[in-house]
């Protein structure tokens, strides 16, 4: 007997399914094209590779890489992890095809799907979809420093604005850009910083949760990240990043404002932002948008100067944002701009063997011209051949019968109304592209 197993799509995991695909491939489409309006280039990595290149950059202590990776031993015993993001990636593509000696910056986008095994939620999913930008320069010789600083900040607010630019394109709504500086690996900073913040933590410690307890430990700044109501006046009252910053890591941040505003682009700022990856530095930001409840993240992004050369190549510079294309789509619907076209603008409705003939010919020549044309492969009764039009979501129905074929004169039936008139077919193609 047949086993009788109903498969079903894997728990976290989705089926993007017409009409929303519509939806997805507009967004993909309006990202290539703002982006390339920037300079920017598509890559598209492997979604797999070896773990270490993960553990490595993103940190073995994150969630991300600790319980969040699905990694697989590969027959040659070895290790090998589906992405959970892709700037990991994106920085090995670098080193791989000696892009430093690309003319500098190298300006990069990518789309495609990352793996999480997180709890899945509304707009939390185990395969989900994230359209990123990097920028990548390799420090020359004799250049970086402090004197690089005004660069630096001009290139982080591009990047910036560049996402800004994409969500305005497609009409998003309730966007919040949100903006800190989170310094850089030193003693008189983070490092600095992140002793007195944990200082300030153990004196809290009990009134913490297990979590904000746990991370003293592992991840002290990720406490400020915490969204737990009871812990919310705590947190309020620790030591800020901003307070701690060095020189270089104030003086960029101030200047990373001064060129959003030159920009135009509006922000607000939090100190609480730190971003749940390990390799980030200074730039930190946040976009928010409506409609999405708890999960209302829909792109992060920030500087990792120093993750190249982390991961084997030349001391290089690095800012990039990733955007969480599902919550994206899932806004853009909840705000009613997912509205997808309708199914086809043209169904030949074709009787008479006579007719086929020329409902082939027709539906080759308005496909060709780009319209969506649905052909019955075998003839219909009239009112069947309108209702189905009808129920695809046809603009027009085409009706070819003998008395059309002998006149040359086609009857051109518009569904939303029923209306009916005579046209030839070059009469009609006019009428089609005034859509
Ligand atoms: P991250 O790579 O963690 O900085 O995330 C960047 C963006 O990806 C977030 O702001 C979210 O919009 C999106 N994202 C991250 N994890 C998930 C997930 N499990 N499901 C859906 N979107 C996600």
Redesign the pocket.
């Known amino acids: 007997m047949a086993n009788k197993t109903k498969f079903q799509a894997i728990k976290g995991t989705r089926d993007l399914l017409p009409p929303d695909t519509e939806l997805w491939n507009r967004v993909e489409a309006t990202a290539r094209e703002v982006f390339g309006t920037f300079g920017f280039g598509e890559i598209r990595p492997p979604i797999f590779e070896p773990t270490e290149l993960f553990a490595r950059s993103i940190g073995a202590d994150t969630d991300?890489v600790g319980k969040e990776m699905y990694t697989f031993e590969d027959r040659d015993n070895s290790s090998i992890s589906l992405r959970p993001?892709a700037t990991a990636s994106v920085c090995r593509v670098y080193i791989e095809h000696g892009m430093h000696a690309w003319p500098q910056p190298v300006k990069l986008y990518y789309l495609g799907p990352?793996f999480?095994r997180?709890r899945p939620q509304k707009?939390?999913?185990?395969q989900?979809y994230?359209i990123g930008a990097e920028v990548l320069e390799t420090v020359q010789p004799g250049q970086g420093g402090p004197k690089d600083i005004p660069k630096d900040a001009a290139v982080d607010a591009e990047v910036i604005e560049m996402v800004m630019a994409f969500f305005a394109r497609l009409g998003l709504e309730g966007v919040q850009l949100e903006i800190n500086s989170i310094g850089h690996a030193a003693e008189n900073c983070r490092r600095g910083y992140v002793q007195k913040l944990k200082a300030a933590l153990e004196q809290v410690k009990d009134k913490l949760g297990p979590d904000s307890q746990r991370r003293i430990e592992t991840n002290p700044l990720r406490v400020l990240d915490s969204k737990l109501e009871s812990e919310q006046a705590i947190i309020a009252g620790l030591p800020k990043i901003s307070e701690h910053l060095c020189d270089d890591c104030a003086k960029q941040y101030a200047e990373v404002k001064r060129q959003l505003d030159l920009r135009g682009v509006k922000y607000t700022e939090n100190w609480r932002l730190v971003?749940?990856?390990d390799y980030y530095m200074r730039t930190t930001f946040?976009i928010t948008a409506r409609g999405l409840g708890s999960?209302n993240?829909?792109?992060?992004?920030g500087r990792y100067d120093g993750l190249v050369e982390l991961l084997g190549g030349l001391p290089t510079k690095g800012i990039g944002f990733?955007?969480?294309e599902?919550?994206?789509i899932l806004s853009l619907q909840e705000a009613g701009k997912g509205g997808a076209e309708a199914g086809r603008d043209v169904f030949v409705a074709w009787m008479g063997e006579k007719a086929q003939t020329s409902a082939i010919a027709a539906a080759q020549r308005l496909r060709a011209a780009g319209f969506r044309v649905e052909l019955p492969p075998v003839e219909q009764k009239f009112g069947k051949a309108l209702g189905q039009a009808d129920k695809l979501g046809a603009r027009y129905a085409l009706i070819l019968g003998e008395d059309e074929i002998a006149t040359g004169q086609w009857t051109v039936k518009t569904l939303a109304d029923g209306a009916q008139a005579k046209m030839s077919e070059s009469e009609f193609l006019e009428k089609l592209k005034r859509l």
């Open positions: 991300v993001e990352m999480r997180e707009g939390r999913y185990r989900f994230q971003r749940g990856l946040e999960q993240a829909v792109c992060g992004g990733a955007i969480g599902d919550r994206l």
